[in-house]
């Protein structure tokens, strides 16, 4: 039932844009904190995008403000991280995540899309 599928992935040059979505199923993005993390090899996993109200107010890790972009499309049901500048330090596999903003235990992921940025 309840289903986060990210897709967009890919290898890319330094400098290049990518589009990643995260198609959910079973629940509506509109009342779930919705988020992107990333894993690179040898890290842990860190947010790198995320909602900080129901309103879609965003907030960046600051590796990457003013170069990635959080949004939703709520007819959709889906949400997408724009990524452009791309470097090779971006290199890894990207999550999306759900978080229902008062139940604490409806916490979901995806099962991740690879996006290799190398020359």
């Known amino acids: 039932q309840v289903q986060l599928v990210e897709s967009g992935g890919d290898l890319v040059q330094p400098g290049g844009s990518l589009r990643l979505s995260c198609a959910a199923s079973?629940?509506?993005?509109?009342?779930?904190?919705m988020s992107w993390y990333r894993q690179a090899p040898g890290k842990e996993r860190e947010l790198v995008a995320e909602f900080t109200n129901i309103g879609g107010s965003p907030n960046y890790a600051d590796s990457v403000k003013g170069r990635y972009t959080i949004s939703r499309d709520n007819t959709e049901n889906t949400v997408y991280l724009q990524m452009v500048s791309l470097k090779p330090d971006d290199t890894a596999v990207y999550y999306c995540?759900?978080?229902?903003?008062?139940?604490?235990?409806?916490?979901?992921w995806g099962q991740g899309t690879q996006v290799t940025v190398s020359s």
């Open positions: 995540n759900a978080r229902h903003w008062l139940v604490y235990d409806r916490n979901y």
């Open positions: 079973g629940f509506t993005v509109s009342v779930y904190r």
